[in-house]
């Protein structure tokens, strides 16, 4: 795919313990805010609504947008169609989301993030383009995984450039650890995918040693063990996705960008 624009993935330290809510449904829960947990797989900015966000958040929110909670989702309804069903965790600003989500009309996609600025931004996009099969969740995308998503329910998951934590004592908010493979997979269909990128050379290999343990999981390309061309034309979703300008920049600086995917285990 062609690149496309987007904002720095980049992000600040988060503020210690809870914040204020700037959101319906930002109720706080034992360890803090629920849109904001004290431990974290994310790092959270702060940021301010343009006037014209902030309209386009007030028509479009209540129909497209939901915050975390306890209530299980029914992507048919939400959607208004069954459709195969694919969540972006870290969808950042959406500029990759939107443009899957238009080379993708069979498929629903949900994103799932945190930074409300840059939910807006896709917000916006969706209205201008009139993009019909985004939806988003705003909250932790292991709540979200672990309170509204059902057992076998997900065609595709995809988590592109998740934040590295590159410092060894911040190892424990990645999130990609193992208990969250094992809740990603469980919530694959049978034969589902899981699409992992990053540009981090050793949060490719944290990330290569997890996935080699998860046994609900078998490699669908060369990093996870397995060959592309094998399994490419019959997968559920595309091996394809679009490559931000944001990504071109590193591509250009030297970065290397491994690719993860895998398949859930038919029974």
């Not at 797989?41 to 028509?59: V, Y």
């Not at 424990?172 to 699409?195: D, E, F, M, N, W």
Request: glycine share 10%; charged share 25%.
């Amino acid at each position: 795919m062609d690149a496309v624009n987007d904002a720095a993935n980049h992000t600040a330290e988060p503020v210690p313990g809870p914040r204020s809510a700037d959101a319906p449904g930002d109720a706080d829960h034992a360890g803090g805010n629920r849109l904001y947990p004290r431990v974290t797989s994310f790092r959270s900015r702060r940021g301010a609504l343009t006037p014209s966000q902030q309209e386009s958040w007030a028509r479009m929110w209540p129909r497209i947008g939901a915050d975390v909670s306890d209530e299980k989702l029914d992507g048919d309804a939400w959607f208004g169609r069954s459709a195969p069903l694919i969540i972006e965790i870290g969808c950042g600003t959406g500029t990759a989301t939107a443009a899957m989500a238009q080379a993708e009309p069979q498929f629903n996609l949900i994103g799932i993030e945190v930074y409300k600025p840059g939910l807006a931004q896709l917000v916006q996009r969706i209205e201008r383009e009139n993009i019909d099969n985004i939806r988003v969740l705003r909250g932790d995308a292991v709540d979200v995984l672990e309170n509204m998503i059902a057992p076998e329910s997900l065609t595709g998951v995809r988590v592109f450039f998740p934040d590295p934590w590159p410092k060894a004592r911040h190892h424990k908010r990645r999130l990609l650890q193992p208990a969250t493979l094992t809740l990603i997979a469980s919530r694959l269909r049978p034969g589902g995918v899981l699409h992992v990128a990053t540009d981090h050379a050793d949060y490719a290999e944290w990330i290569a040693e997890v996935g080699a343990g998860e046994s609900q999981l078998i490699g669908l390309n060369e990093a996870t063990g397995g060959n592309s061309d094998d399994y490419r034309e019959n997968a559920p979703i595309g091996f394809e996705r679009p490559i931000t300008k944001f990504e071109n920049k590193g591509l250009r600086a030297g970065s290397a960008i491994t690719e993860f995917i895998w398949g859930k285990i038919e029974s």
